[in-house]
């Protein structure tokens, strides 16, 4: 008993912010009805910006705290609702997850920029001195209580006493309930809505720079990383309290958090228990909340008697622009393909060459967006792993059988097929936000407990190709041979994403896309297609992930994480999710803008996908995507233009959307 408790109290700290972050969420989405994902980068932002301020401005630990806690915490959190997620209507679950992914792709990629690419190291802790032994618990040597053990204690009882008095017994807590359920409702009623919303947004804020804080001093040097690993646990506490229920989520995270500590003193470093299993434990945790907790299958039910009143979306520019408009642009893309294909083969500078090499391949692994999200309305968050899976079988097949590479891949791609009609299986009774925390629990998991393993991947330095495995002169140094498949493979690939969207099936996902319950009142077999739309976007996910692991001749982990599945979501976002033509901007737009970021200070690097997260942000005023926004806006000038034309001095009147 003496050990356990010495193994147990270590984990208590981590437990603490673990309960601190699932209790904001639970707020955030019992008050907002918004669930946050961009709140593990909330919780960096302010760890990051206590660290920093403590290291490099030497300023003293309270007034650091304040800064990082009491003001950016709260600001961020009324910043984030004034301009983001008070603009999106309660019913509209997928803008509010993509809004939460844009931050979090988007807010550790700016930190860099605004302070620089310094490594925040040794964060001290907030209230008590760390190297300090203030006591021993029951009297026990062997249980040393420290100021980082009492900090995390101590504050975390505190806020979370004074949350539950607030939402149980005063008026506010009550209007904060209400407004989750209809805010535009409760402004009926006399109530000001928005000020409610607010109030709950600073909230959240400040246990979100609270948490982060608390986790901040247990860690070497303060990474984006070790907060998502925050969130995930943080979410598998709230999954268990069907993101309702604070002393439930609270008790789950300082529960999950004293385990994963305690088991490691007790497991064998050297047994795959310790190397995989333990790592992969929250995600464990999650996936069997979402699969026995019936809460969470009610997640996106819609409450709001107003729901209906919102205008539907404008169909895609390429249906309805004019005759004429529409001979221009498709003349426009055939000369712009010609010109492509003959720069590539004769005058592109080679380094140019291997970064629009790279673009296929990416373009590839989007197309699988466009079918599962666009066409289909499934949000998954593990793309990037499923192009991994094929990726890493291939390599395994080609270095162990002597299977050519290219068609390892194809083996690999029907493996990524399978893997995701699995996750589609398991996620059957889970709707939005519950399929998009199983799939990012999946992506989490093969990290942690497969990608890891050095008999999957080789280790961290992954798996060089060898051109022997290839049969055809892929690596040559000019590049050429790869572009000509990468391109046939790109175009197969479109062509067949289109004649999906074109067919029976694209109709079926389609009606899906806009009501389940309709599409299945109407005959529709839900469960049969979602397996289909799934196993379909892992094959073309496969295919991408075997391209892009060629043009990069490695296969490395790196390359294949959790965070890039996140980030492709928001770069397709970006671009255009409806469409073929979006996932192909999305990939040769994210080469492109990342090497011409090259050429700038390294602190700019991050750049890129703080651009794409921005453009994501406008996806619940204009889910169709910032590029097909300006398609439409120039479209209409030029109709215009033809109006005129054709009737000369009168006034031709198009609307901008």
Not at 298 to 315: E, F, G, I, Y
Not at 321 to 345: H, K, N, Y
């Amino acid at each position: 008993m003496e050990q356990l408790i010495g193994f147990a109290v270590p984990g208590l700290p981590y437990g603490c912010a673990y309960a601190v972050f699932a209790v904001g969420l639970c707020l955030t989405y019992q008050t907002t009805g918004v669930f946050n994902f961009g709140y593990g980068a909330q919780a960096y932002a302010s760890a990051f910006v206590f660290g920093w301020l403590v290291q490099y401005k030497a300023w003293p630990v309270w007034a650091a705290f304040v800064a990082a806690v009491v003001v950016l915490g709260p600001g961020l959190g009324l910043v984030l609702d004034r301009f983001l997620f008070r603009r999106i209507p309660s019913t509209n679950t997928t803008a509010k997850m993509v809004t939460g992914l844009s931050l979090l792709v988007g807010i550790p990629a700016l930190l860099p920029v605004l302070f620089g690419n310094e490594n925040v190291v040794g964060v001290p802790s907030v209230a008590f001195d760390p190297n300090t032994v203030y006591f021993h618990l029951f009297g026990l040597a062997v249980v040393p209580v420290n100021g980082i053990v009492l900090s995390a204690v101590v504050l975390a009882v505190a806020i979370l006493v004074v949350l539950v008095l607030l939402l149980r017994v005063t008026f506010l807590g009550l209007e904060m309930r209400a407004a989750v359920e209809s805010r535009r409702l409760v402004q009926l009623g006399g109530v000001d809505g928005d000020r409610v919303t607010a109030t709950a947004w600073a909230m959240s804020g400040f246990m979100a720079g609270l948490a982060g804080v608390l986790l901040a001093p247990m860690q070497a040097t303060v990474q984006s990383q070790d907060f998502v690993t925050l969130m995930v646990a943080a979410i598998a506490a709230a999954a268990w309290a069907a993101l309702r229920s604070m002393p439930v989520a609270a008790a789950v995270g300082v529960l999950l958090g004293v385990a994963s500590v305690t088991l490691q003193g007790y497991l064998p470093t050297g047994s795959i228990w310790y190397s995989a299993a333990l790592p992969a434990m929250p995600f464990i945790v999650l996936v069997a909340a979402l699969l026995t907790v019936p809460g969470l299958r009610r997640l996106d039910a819609s409450v709001d008697p107003l729901s209906t009143v919102d205008p539907p979306q404008p169909p895609p520019v390429a249906r309805a622009r004019a005759p004429e408009i529409d001979r221009v642009v498709r003349t426009g893309w055939w000369v712009l393909l010609v010109a492509f294909v003959v720069s590539m083969l004769t005058w592109m500078p080679r380094g140019w060459e291997t970064v629009l090499n790279q673009g296929l391949a990416y373009s590839v692994i989007f197309l699988s967006i466009t079918l599962l999200t666009g066409t289909a309305g499934q949000l998954s968050l593990a793309q990037a792993t499923l192009a991994g899976v094929a990726a890493f079988t291939a390599g395994q097949l080609a270095e162990h059988l002597g299977l050519t590479f290219l068609v390892g891949g194809l083996v690999g791609s029907v493996l990524a097929a399978a893997v995701a009609a699995v996750l589609a299986l398991l996620s059957m009774r889970l709707r939005g936000l519950g399929l998009a925390l199983m799939t990012l629990a999946a992506a989490l998991l093969f990290d942690a407990a497969v990608f890891s393993a050095s008999s999957v991947s080789g280790g961290t330095g992954g798996i060089t190709i060898r051109a022997a495995w290839l049969g055809l002169d892929l690596l040559a140094p000019d590049g050429h041979v790869y572009f000509v498949v990468a391109l046939a493979v790109l175009v197969i690939c479109t062509g067949g994403v289109v004649l999906v969207q074109r067919g029976t099936v694209g109709r079926y996902l389609a009606a899906m896309r806009g009501s389940e319950v309709g599409a299945g009142g109407v005959g529709v077999n839900l469960p049969w297609q979602r397996v289909l739309v799934f196993a379909l976007s892992g094959a073309l996910a496969g295919v991408g992930g075997t391209l892009l692991a060629v043009q990069q001749t490695v296969i490395a982990p790196a390359a294949f994480n959790y965070q890039l599945s996140v980030a492709f979501v928001v770069v397709v976002v970006t671009t255009g999710v409806g469409s073929v033509e979006g996932a192909i901007q999305a990939g040769m737009g994210l080469v492109v803008i990342e090497e011409l970021f090259q050429y700038a200070p390294p602190r700019f690097e991050g750049l890129t996908f703080v651009l794409f997260a921005l453009g994501a942000l406008a996806y619940a005023a204009h889910p169709e995507g910032v590029v097909e926004l300006e398609k439409r806006r120039w479209t209409a000038r030029a109709e215009r233009l033809i109006l005129r034309r054709r009737h000369p001095g009168s006034a031709a009147v198009t609307g901008e959307s």
